[in-house]
């Protein structure tokens, strides 16, 4: 995946999940809602995966996939498109790794490195998930983080309990 792709449009990646109510259905709708708007256009999206919680584990399974978009945004308005499509797909932040409908995270934006308040890129976490690398490999294996391919951090990274819940990857599409 390029860094630059249409002119004037630049590259991330986000990861989606959820385990309340229909997960599934919630991620291909903020999919959708994405792709629609005329700064933003979804370029590839993961297969679907059922996997177990992480941080804390006494709740549903989730939901995860990555996707692959091009936009014209900067960063912070990105990130308040996607917490926009959360707020209006009523998702609610209760407790952190809790349970929700909804959640969309920028992974990386081009070659960039953010250090904000509200936001971090490359996402602070994402090198140890292996809920996060597996679906982001299916779009871009050699894609760099902090020094590594995603390949090789999903080779360092705990895969139990992780299945793929869907092989289609236009499982987001109507």
């Known amino acids: 995946m390029s860094n630059t792709g249409i002119k004037g449009f630049q590259a991330a990646t ?9 997960p599934v259905a919630a991620m291909a709708d903020a999919l959708r809602r994405l792709d629609q708007r005329h700064d933003c256009r979804v370029t590839s999206v993961s297969r679907l995966y059922r996997t177990p919680p992480w941080g804390k584990t006494d709740q ?37 790794w809790g349970p929700r409908t909804i959640d969309i995270d920028i992974l990386t934006f081009a070659d960039r490195t953010i ?8 996402h602070p976490r994402m090198t140890e998930r292996a809920f996060v690398l597996l679906p982001l490999a299916d779009i871009d294996p050699e894609l760099v983080v902090k020094g590594k391919s995603v390949s090789t951090w999903l080779g360092l990274a705990d895969q139990t309990g992780i299945a793929v819940a869907n092989e289609n990857r236009a499982w987001w599409r109507r």
């Open 14 to 22: 986000l990861g989606l999940g959820g385990n309340i109510g229909d």
């Open 60 to 96: 549903a399974d989730f939901y995860n996939a990555c996707a692959a978009v091009e936009t014209l945004l900067e960063p912070q308005e990105l990130l308040a498109a996607c917490l926009e499509i959360e707020r209006t797909m009523k998702r609610v932040r209760v407790e952190r």
């Open 115 to 122: 250090d904000a308040e509200h936001l971090k890129v490359p």
